[in-house]
């Protein structure tokens, strides 16, 4: 999906960003993700750590008519 394009949103805090994301990711943090200008020509992919802020933040951008959203869960599945 980031290979074709897609923006890679990691909406966890800055303090778990830097302690690790994915490469190609633009932190987020879902309290802020309403003043966020999202592309609307790109896939927007979100992430967090457990699944629930990114579950949150696709259904708020989905919310602000955004089309291609894709939820790929929390990190601490991923192990």
């Not at 890679?8 to 987020?28: I, Q, S, Y």
């Not at 896939?43 to 802020?53: A, D, K």
């Amino acid at each position: 999906m980031v290979a074709r394009g897609a923006l890679l949103l990691d909406v966890r805090t800055p303090e778990e960003f830097a302690a690790g994301h994915l490469d190609g990711a633009v932190n987020v943090p879902v309290q802020v993700l309403s003043t966020f200008e999202v592309p609307s020509d790109r896939e927007i992919v979100v992430y967090c750590r457990s699944g629930r802020r990114s579950a949150n933040a696709k259904a708020m951008l989905e919310g602000r008519g955004v089309k291609r959203v894709v939820d790929i869960g929390g990190m601490s599945n991923w192990k």
